[in-house]
């Protein structure tokens, strides 16, 4: 067994599985079953080993199995060395919040990340590049997080900042020394927050470019739009404090504020045929997408010190045996433990003989 | 349902207190109803006596049984230093310590549009007046570090701006979101005794 696995799992009510036990894990696990078999559920368990709601950003209420009113519980073993093994719970707790125990210790989510990573693509993610900038800019935060644990506690209290300034603009519109204050934070947070998106954009063109030719680079950048003729420096804080206080008679007639991190976009331009991937093909953008999540592994690797978890939902079974071949090669180099979903055993051939195999169609007990 | 009866209710009452369950507000009934002479009925008493006369400090906005707060009325204590909180409990939690011997201005409560509290809801040109008229020379700003705390704390800077006084704020230690309630005395003595100018 590599290190830094998850050996065993466990699921007690959890969504359509009241109790599910997965023991003695490989680094490679493929789930295969049916439509509706549990394979999202059982990602969807795996990636509440990481600070949020999850790959399906659901509420922890909903993840009780429906019509019951039972908490539900998650528990696995990470196995740092086979000498060293973590046990980490994450379970529906009073007032319908997720708690987290580490080792059986109560702890904040926030820890989790001290200890392992995380990262999933899922179908929804298809439509990252073409839809609005608010997705890309979670999409982009979550990969921050990954190196700066702290980075979503900053966006909740800017986003607190953001929502009191806009309300002032409403309300109080001629309180200045109000606004100054707000401003002065929304300005320090804005400078932290964008540091920390432009440093892990860095990180990430910088370790796709090991990346093999079949997943070509994908070029990464910080967006803003600003006015005509203007450009705005959001890592310099006076710059932002003067902008949002220049601004408030044009941000009042509008009711909100304009500019600032959270109109951020990520930028996306596939390295190979040089177009922006809203306008490459569905192929083409799903490849993007993996060549992100390979450099970010990779990034982790590095900088954390343990490669992530990947969850793979329905993602490899629709690329071809060439890629498919090199993709698992790449994860297996990093020494990451992937978990992949598809609809049949036989289309994952590439993955030879070591693979964990589960069948989901029959595991829902009823 | 049948209609409760008076226990219930005073159990229901209690389980309203911050920090109490309804297992923990049964458990206290039955205990003052146990120790009627020595618990309950000198509770009693003090709370009457409470209801009447308990009001806030005209100086600085502390509880008290008096006009003028014990805090406020003791000549021993220093009167050039301000250090203005956000609530009574952070006001026992730096007394706690007693290592600062200054005055305090309570706020009770922090700039908040969500809640419609501005600065004339916090008393803040009170406050600066009070600052402006007893030849007070530091004034630490003990808010929580929190968004609206730190709001806050920006507000009043800026309304000091030209008078001659040393602001500080409490330094290393208080971590960020930290309120000053749920610290140890250890902890808050170091963030007094290592407070930086704003
Ligand atoms: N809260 C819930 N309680 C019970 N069943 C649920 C709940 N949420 C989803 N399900 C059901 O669980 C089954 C498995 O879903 P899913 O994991 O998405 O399957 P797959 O990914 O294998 O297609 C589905 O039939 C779905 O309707
Ligand atoms: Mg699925
Ligand atoms: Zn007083």
Not at chain 1, 262 to 279: E, F, T
Not at chain 2, 166 to 177: C, E, F, Y
Request: include cysteine.
């Amino acid at each position: 067994m590599t290190p830094f696995n998850i050996s065993n799992l466990g699921l007690r009510n959890f969504r359509c599985f009241d109790s599910l036990d997965l023991e003695d894990l490989r680094q490679v696990v493929i789930l295969v079953g049916k439509n509706g078999s549990g394979k999202t559920t059982i990602l969807e368990a795996l990636s509440l080993f990481s600070p949020g709601k999850g790959l399906r950003s659901a509420q922890s209420e909903d993840l009780k199995p429906y019509g019951l009113s039972v908490p539900w519980r998650v528990k696995a073993s990470f196995e740092i060395n086979p000498a060293e093994i973590l046990w980490l719970e994450t379970h529906l707790g009073e007032e319908k919040t997720r708690k987290v125990l580490i080792n059986d210790k109560p702890s904040r989510q926030i820890e989790l990340n001290k200890i392992l990573k995380v990262i999933w693509i899922t179908p929804l993610m298809d439509r990252l590049w073409v839809e609005g900038p608010e997705g890309r800019r979670k999409f982009l935060d979550r990969l921050v997080m990954g190196f700066y644990p702290e980075h979503p506690t900053l966006i909740n209290k800017y986003t607190r900042a953001l929502r009191e300034r806009n309300l002032l603009l409403r309300e109080r519109n001629n309180e200045q020394s109000w606004f100054n204050a707000v401003e002065a934070q929304m300005a320090s947070l804005a400078v932290q927050i964008t540091k920390h998106r432009l440093a892990t954009l860095e990180h990430l063109n910088h370790f796709q470019s090991f990346n093999s030719n079949l997943f070509p680079a994908a070029n990464l950048t910080l967006f803003h739009t600003y006015p005509k003729n203007e450009v705005l420096d959001l890592t310099n804080e006076d710059i932002m404090r003067e902008w949002w206080a220049r601004n408030r008679n044009r941000d009042l007639t509008i009711g909100k504020t304009l500019e600032g991190p959270h109109k951020a976009d990520l930028k996306v331009v596939h390295s190979l045929s040089g177009r922006p991937a809203q306008s490459c093909s569905t192929g083409e953008q799903k490849l993007v997408l993996l060549s992100i999540v390979i450099g970010n592994a990779r990034a982790i690797a590095e900088s954390f010190g343990k490669p992530p978890i990947l969850l793979f939902d329905e993602v490899v079974a629709h690329l071809d045996p060439k890629h498919r071949a090199v993709l698992i090669a790449e994860i297996t180099n990093l020494q990451s433990q992937i978990f992949m979903t598809g609809t049949e055993a036989d289309l994952f051939p590439e993955v030879g003989t070591d693979a964990y195999i589960i069948n989901t169609t029959d595991l829902i007990k009823n | 349902m049948a209609r409760k009866n008076e226990i219930q209710l005073l159990v229901d009452q209690f389980a309203r207190l911050p920090g109490l369950g309804p297992k923990s507000s049964k458990r206290i009934v039955l205990h003052l109803i146990k120790n009627r002479t020595q618990l309950l009925e000198p509770m009693v008493k003090m709370l009457e006596n409470f209801t009447e006369i308990i009001d806030h400090c005209q100086i600085c906005g502390n509880v008290t049984l008096h006009s003028k707060c014990d805090i406020c009325s003791d000549e021993n204590r220093q009167k050039n230093v301000i250090c203005v909180v956000e609530s009574v409990i952070d006001l026992w939690a730096l007394e706690k310590t007693e290592i600062y011997r200054g005055q305090y201005h309570v706020l009770g409560g922090v700039l908040s549009i969500f809640e419609g509290i501005g600065p004339e809801e916090l008393g803040i040109p009170q406050l600066i007046n009070r600052i402006k008229h007893e030849a007070i020379s530091e004034v630490i700003l003990a808010m929580n570090a929190t968004v609206p705390g730190q709001s806050t704390t920006h507000f009043i800077v800026e309304q000091l701006e030209g008078l001659n006084i040393k602001i500080t704020t409490l330094g290393r230690g208080i971590p960020s979101g930290g309120e000053l309630d749920y610290l140890d005395s250890t902890t808050i003595t170091s963030a007094l005794n290592s407070r930086q100018e704003y």
